[in-house]
């Protein structure tokens, strides 16, 4: 049930689908409702009517028939849902009334009309009685009630009766000498189940969610274009511009994302170009200090002088490496992950650095691996620097796959475990380059996993620092 919701939450094909079914299924069952009610008043109507009507002409034609005959006359007028019979006197109450009825159903039709006794052991299916299987009088009593005479304008003397749940009509209607002729009709209705309109109804169902899964499908499938595109272009890969067709809304949402890319790009490139400028422009200055710096004859100062040279000098470029880094299209490939971080591992490793790679399972992933290598590169100098030594591994879930670095060094307090990805900020305040570099190294690495739609979290160890580069699965 849980897979269930979540999926109906995450599809909105599956939402917009059933959506639709739901508002059929209600209003389909409110208007079966409605009209079935309507049936049924209508039917309830018109059997009574034409029962009255069919009453009046047999008490004319039996109060004209000589005597002897009209009890035949009578009988032969029933059919297989009406009985008419001849009583002496009018039934004293319904009870009495809808008890003989019942009788009177009891007997076969053919039995009836041929005038026979009723065999029930022979009696062949066909003329087999409305009646139930099993059925007593209780059930023509079952809500046995006298009504108004609403046929008047056919029987204007007649009694009228319900019963059997308003399954039964009946009807009294006095004859010139004192007897009564009496109708009685009984039909079980069907049940709705038993018509057309559950198939109807469920034909309508089946087009309905064909139609709306075509349609659906030509509303997501944009939709879908565009997450791949937003996707792609969040891992700074080059994206194609959308096909700006569909209906206004899809199109106008392309539109946006084109153009949304577009100034994307310009700012990207405008801003790169402006920070080469701006270091082309500082190296002629910076060569001009260090030629007057060779000239100082203070021996101390003009070794301060050069220091302070060399570091802007570093600045400068670790700047420009970071605009480079942001603006440069390394080409996207599925590589063997695992063999990647090892590598870099074990390029480390032969250097004298002390890194250690734990071995797990094979993962492939795609990505720009330059970016990748010199950001896990970055990561395990780190650790090796202020830790001591490194450890290395790769880990999965269901939504990410970290690249975890661990060492067990002082760490970072738990406040600055953002500001240290702001360049230039270094915790270590001698900004020495021995020390810990110009503090561009993690800016550009946490700008390298955002480019690939993950990032870099900090957190700490007892003892040491963990630094995992989580990307997604």
């Not at 409702?33 to 047999?58: C, N, P």
């Not at 009406?82 to 003989?100: C, D, G, K, L, Y």
């Not at 059925?135 to 009766?161: K, Q, Y």
């Not at 000498?177 to 069907?190: E, T």
Request: charged content about 25%; aromatic content about 6%.
């Amino acid at each position: 049930m849980k897979r269930l919701l979540t999926f109906w939450r995450k599809s909105l094909s599956i939402q917009l689908l059933v959506s639709m079914l739901l508002a059929l299924f209600v209003s389909q069952f409110i208007g079966l409702g409605i009209s079935w009610d309507k049936f049924r008043t209508d039917l309830y109507t018109t059997v009574r009517t034409e029962l009255a009507s069919r009453a009046q002409a047999v008490a004319h034609l039996v109060e004209a028939v000589p005597a002897g005959f009209d009890d035949d006359i009578a009988r032969v007028n029933s059919t297989d849902f009406t009985r008419f019979w001849i009583s002496q006197e009018p039934a004293r109450s319904p009870e009495e009334w809808v008890t003989e009825a019942f009788h009177q159903f009891e007997i076969p039709l053919g039995a009836l009309l041929n005038g026979s006794a009723p065999d029930f052991a022979d009696t062949a299916p066909a003329y087999m009685t409305p009646l139930p299987a099993g059925a007593g009088p209780e059930l023509f009593a079952d809500g046995a009630i006298l009504t108004s005479t609403h046929v008047a304008r056919f029987a204007p003397s007649a009694t009228t009766l319900d019963f059997a749940n308003r399954e039964g009509a009946g009807l009294i209607m006095p004859l010139g000498d004192g007897r009564a002729l009496n109708v009685a009709y009984y039909k079980r209705l069907p049940s709705i189940w038993s018509t057309h309109l559950p198939f109807a109804l469920a034909l309508t169902a089946v087009l309905v969610a064909l139609i709306g899964a075509m349609t659906v499908r030509r509303i997501a499938r944009p939709l879908g274009r565009l997450t791949k595109a937003a996707e792609t272009l969040g891992r700074g890969e080059a994206v194609l511009p959308l096909r700006e067709s569909g209906p206004n809304d899809i199109r106008r949402t392309a539109e946006a994302f084109n153009l949304m890319q577009e100034r994307l790009h310009r700012f990207v490139t405008d801003r790169t170009r402006m920070l080469g400028a701006i270091g082309h422009d500082l190296r002629t200055p910076l060569t001009t200090l260090r030629l007057r710096a060779e000239l100082v004859e203070d021996a101390e100062l003009q070794e301060r002088m050069l220091a302070t040279i060399d570091e802007m000098q570093a600045m400068i470029e670790a700047t420009l490496a970071l605009a480079r880094q942001e603006s440069t299209l390394e080409e996207t490939r599925t590589i063997d992950l695992s063999a990647l971080v090892e590598s870099v591992c074990e390029d480390l490793a032969e250097i004298g650095q002390p890194v250690r790679f734990i071995a797990g399972e094979r993962i492939t992933y795609r990505c720009r691996p330059d970016g990748l290598r010199r950001t896990i590169r970055n990561l395990v100098e780190n650790a090796v620097r202020y830790g001591g030594h490194a450890e290395v591994r790769l880990q999965t879930n269901a939504t990410a796959i970290e690249i975890v670095v661990d060492d067990d060094g002082p760490g970072i307090p738990i406040d600055k475990t953002e500001e240290v990805f702001a360049p230039f900020f270094r915790l270590e305040g001698s900004r020495s380059r021995e020390t810990g570099g110009v503090g561009l190294g993690l800016s550009i690495s946490r700008a390298i996993a955002r480019q690939h739609g993950g990032d870099i979290i900090l957190s700490p160890r007892e003892p040491g620092l963990r630094a995992a580069i989580v990307l997604p699965a």
